[in-house]
């Protein structure tokens, strides 16, 4: 491939999200006119929108194949310049300020559900819609770069089980890419539509069912209740259930199962392991709060608020800050779980753990044997060294930014609980914690530099943590060869031509 064609598909990607973006507000625009609205917001970030992603998009090309670097700067820049555009309707149509404000649109594009809103009665109708809209567009961009890029760049530490899904090959990216997003989109919007009517049929009204269809799907947590999933009943809450326990499944297993190929469901080792720690956990949870309600209802808010916190998508169908010790620990530690590679679910996700796991077990049975050849395993299939060091830098990684990030707030004078917690849950992409950040309560009442600090922790979680930390390495820096200057060939000394010959062009 000509090496003047490199460095196009890094524009054409962010520039295709943000003209994306651009049209989006366009209809949000209308929505804000039928709702009798001020439609000013959404028009003005449209138009940035478009003047930042155009010339984007007319400089980048599609049909190229990305390096390495290519594909991981688009990721990241997208995921820098929209949120950040994104502030903009939080700002001109609820009043926030600057902080207040990126923390939220990252919270949205990141689908964390994190806010820093007190006031939800301030906030009006269209913007809550889009809101949640941000994060259904987050819950399906993280989708795509985790089941088609992802998996390329040896980060997901599950690439070793696409080998026969729709997605890259180490030739060519840009084709499969483009074939695994519509595959995959088509899964995310039936489940979405799935989700919506099945809001309605259990009694939600029709705009609360949409938004809350968007964040279920997303696994994101937004809800225009401040009370979340708590202003609801049973048949609610256990719609939400089915739908939070499915958007945490890789989506393109799913994907074939709705091709007819439901075994490949069964057969995926790490969706049985989540199915396990779902129903262990969630029947702890329910004997732990056999105390605080009766059997039915421990039932549901128990297995509700397991999948909720397990899954990152952080709705609460009861105020869980006043729960036993042992109930809210047990929340705690599903935050550091997550759902399946490959959905939106945030976290450390499964296959991480299990990968770990089996390592751990390997390494253990390897000092009574030494000098034994035992392959890493999970399923059928072997894990390659790259995998494994892929997983191990992840971890260590995630516990380093949680540590840093949470001793910060402690410095900044929060409690403990509300640092710890609250650290995890942005990284995590959980959203609630416990404290100050409780289920009921936001994040508003955290430091600036606190938010500050959270939001970076939100903007990092989502994309896999070690894909930012590359911008802290040398290498990152250093221009491509193709890119750099050509070398001037040296004069030969023994040149037999005349002096003022040798330096003539």
């Not at 922790?457 to 896999?464: Q, S, T, V």
Request: hydrophobic residues 55%; charged residues 15%.
């Amino acid at each position: 491939m000509p090496t003047a064609r490199r460095g196009r598909f890094a524009p054409y990607v962010v520039g295709s999200g943000t003209v994306g973006l651009a049209v989006a507000l366009l209809v949000f625009a209308l929505y804000a006119v039928v709702l009798d609205e001020s439609p000013t917001p959404y028009l003005v970030t449209a138009l940035i929108a478009a003047v930042v992603g155009t010339p984007l998009r007319i400089i980048g090309r599609a049909g190229v194949d990305p390096t390495r670097r290519e594909a991981l700067l688009g990721v990241l820049v997208l995921w820098s310049l929209v949120p950040l555009i994104g502030v903009v309707p939080y700002v001109m149509g609820a009043g926030m300020g600057f902080v207040d404000a990126l923390f939220e649109s990252m919270s949205g594009f990141t689908a964390t559900g994190a806010t820093a809103i007190n006031d939800f009665d301030a906030v009006p109708a269209g913007l809550f819609m889009w809101r949640a809209f941000t994060q259904w567009v987050g819950g399906i961009g993280i989708v795509v770069v985790f089941v088609a890029v992802f998996p390329q760049l040896a980060i997901a530490g599950r690439q070793v089980f696409f080998a026969e899904l729709p997605g890259p090959t180490e030739e060519r990216l840009t084709p499969r890419l483009r074939t695994t997003a519509l595959s995959v989109l088509g899964a995310y919007l039936a489940l979405t539509a799935m989700c919506a009517v099945a809001y309605v049929m259990a009694g939600m009204p029709g705009y609360q069912a949409v938004a809350h269809a968007f964040t279920t799907v997303a696994a994101a947590g937004f809800s225009p209740e401040a009370r979340s999933f708590e202003a609801y009943g049973l048949a609610v809450d256990w719609v939400a259930i089915t739908f939070m326990t499915l958007a945490a499944v890789n989506f393109a297993l799913l994907f074939r199962a709705f091709l007819g190929q439901p075994r490949d469901l069964l057969r995926d080792p790490e969706l049985r392991a989540y199915l396990v720690i779902v129903l262990t956990a969630g029947s702890l949870l329910t004997w732990h709060l056999g105390d605080v309600y009766g059997g039915t209802e421990a039932l549901r808010h128990g297995f509700f608020q397991t999948i909720s916190i397990l899954t990152t998508t952080g709705y609460a169908s009861a105020d869980f800050e006043l729960w036993p010790d042992r109930a809210r620990v047990t929340l705690v530690v599903l935050m550091f779980i997550g759902g399946s590679a490959g959905s939106a679910a945030g976290g450390i996700k499964v296959m991480r753990w299990l990968i770990i796991a089996r390592h751990t077990a390997r390494e253990v049975r390897r000092t009574l044997h030494p000098r034994a050849v035992l392959p890493l395993r999970v399923g059928a299939r072997v894990i390659p060294d790259d995998v494994l060091r892929a997983v191990s830098a992840f971890i260590t990684l995630y516990v380093l930014l949680l540590a840093t990030s949470a001793t910060a707030l402690v410095w900044l004078g929060h409690d403990f609980v509300t640092a710890f917690t609250a650290a995890a849950a942005t990284v995590g992409n959980v959203g609630p914690g416990l404290g100050l950040v409780g289920p009921m309560s936001s994040y508003a009442e955290i430091h600036p530099l606190g938010r500050g600090i959270l939001t970076f922790n939100m903007f990092a979680g989502r994309l896999e943590i070690v894909t930012v930390f590359v911008l802290l390495t040398l290498d990152w820096w250093r221009l491509p060869r193709a890119l750099g200057r050509r070398p001037v060939p040296r004069r030969r000394f023994d040149d037999p031509r005349p002096l003022w010959r040798r330096f003539r062009p």
